[in-house]
């Protein structure tokens, strides 16, 4: 018979659900998709300015009035979703914590996530402020996937064990792939800045030509999937091949739904597809970055080549 006091049990109950750090990483990746998908619905609805003002919704309250609709619902509803990530955060830094395998730099990495999601809030407000200005939501969506990026990051570290780095040609391609990654998905932003869907009817654009900036960004997409078809060639027989190939399916799969969207005049739904796309392209990409570069559990797996030695083999 168990002869401890009830809160203390409770207080054992509640510690373990801590207990999973690899659960927890997970969920701040998923946490910080999400947030991007619902930030992409507010825009594509024309709810950006729903609530006109920050962080207050009016200037009288902090919830919508029934004034301001279904608008005002939508965007009032994806503040709310700020407050389910940085509760994600703080679990996420609890569980990092107590694990066994923690280090100072891990609960450094943890730390840093927790404290992006708050920021990230801060820099919507500020769009909310400057009445949409592309130039900030374009920095807003590209700070979630810097958090989506880390997260995978922190996945790796507490999920898998580390091998040694790629060294020579695979990885200055890896390098070259991830940061062709983050020029194809900023020039992504630039071109919504210049389209149609700006969150509210009367938000600014960037004054750029939308079919200009299209063809560079598919330029740039384009870089990318050449360069991604090197690196898949070039790791063949390798155990890091697979996470190659699935980041070039991916890279396609984006692609494909970019094109499909141009040409049909940008529907919502193909809209947010490739919203969501970027965000599993970013994670992909950083996965395989990850992995090149070593990242894992510190332990018995550590110092075991992934690429090396099978590419001179």
Not at 157 to 182: D, F, I, N, Q
Not at 268 to 291: D, K, P, Q
């Amino acid at each position: 018979m168990n002869d401890q006091p009830l809160w203390r049990r409770l207080w054992t109950a509640f510690l373990r659900l801590f207990d999973h750090v690899e659960r927890w990483a997970w969920a701040s990746v998923v946490a910080n998709s999400v947030i991007i998908f619902t930030g992409g619905v507010v825009r594509l609805t024309g709810s950006g300015l729903g609530c006109p003002t920050w962080p207050r919704c009016t200037e009288e309250s902090f919830v919508p009035h029934r004034s301001l609709g279904l608008h005002g619902a939508i965007e009032f509803g994806n503040r709310l979703l700020t407050y389910v990530l940085i509760a994600v955060a703080i679990a996420t830094f609890v569980a990092v914590w107590r694990w066994a395998h923690t280090s100072r730099s891990l609960r450094r990495h943890a730390a840093i996530l927790a404290i992006g999601v708050p920021f990230q809030g801060v820099v919507g407000g500020i769009t909310v402020l400057t009445d949409l200005n592309p130039w900030i939501v374009s920095i807003h969506l590209l700070l979630s996937l810097a958090l989506v990026a880390g997260s995978i990051v922190l996945v790796l570290r507490v999920s898998e064990p580390a091998r040694s780095a790629m060294t020579g040609l695979p990885g200055r391609l890896v390098a070259l792939v991830y940061v062709l990654t983050w020029v194809a998905v900023y020039l992504g932003t630039v071109v919504t800045g210049s389209g149609p869907h700006a969150g509210d009817a009367e938000a600014p654009r960037n004054e750029l030509d939308p079919q200009l900036w299209s063809r560079i960004h598919a330029g740039s997409v384009w870089a990318l999937v050449i360069a991604t078809i090197v690196l898949v060639v070039v790791l063949r027989g390798t155990p890091a091949f697979r996470a190659a190939l699935v980041l070039l399916g991916v890279e396609l799969a984006q692609g494909l739904i970019g094109y499909v969207q141009y040409f049909t005049d940008l529907p919502i739904a193909l809209v947010a597809a490739h919203l969501v796309g970027a965000a599993v392209l970013v994670a992909t990409a950083t996965y395989v970055l990850a992995r090149s570069c070593g990242v894992g559990i510190p332990g018995p797996g550590a110092g075991v080549p992934v690429v090396r030695d099978a590419v001179r083999g």
